[in-house]
């Protein structure tokens, strides 16, 4: 099978992307984060909490599962009931 590869005849730049006037005019507040939700504080928490017992075992790998549920009833305690 004969296959031949075109040739560039001329280099080409790369294009600047281009934005439309509507994006040019978009507020910033739209692209950027939005705020954390209290799940996701919490869900922080726990995780944040999990690791400190890892590290308590000296980061010996195995027992992620009971880190995080360790973490999650310690965390989950300290939330007053509604």
């Known amino acids: 099978m004969n ?4 040739r560039r005849t001329k280099e ?5 992307p281009t934005s439309t ?4 005019a ?3 507040a739209a ?10 504080d919490l869900h922080i928490l726990i995780a944040k909490r999990a690791y400190e ?5 000296s980061y010996r790998h195995g027992n992620a599962l ?12 300290q939330i007053p009931p509604v």
Do not use: F, M, N
């Not at 006037?21 to 040019?24: E, G, L, T, V």
């Not at 692209?31 to 996701?40: A, E, F």
């Not at 009971?66 to 305690?77: P, Q």
């Open 12 to 16: 080409t730049k790369p294009r600047a």
């Open 66 to 77: 009971d880190d995080w549920l360790e973490a999650e009833r310690e965390i989950l305690s």
């Open 26 to 28: 978009a507020p910033t």
């Open 21 to 24: 006037p509507a994006q040019a």
């Open 31 to 40: 692209r950027t984060r939005q705020p954390v939700s209290p799940c996701d």
């Open 53 to 57: 017992l890892y590290g308590e075992r």
């Open 3 to 6: 296959v031949q590869l075109s």
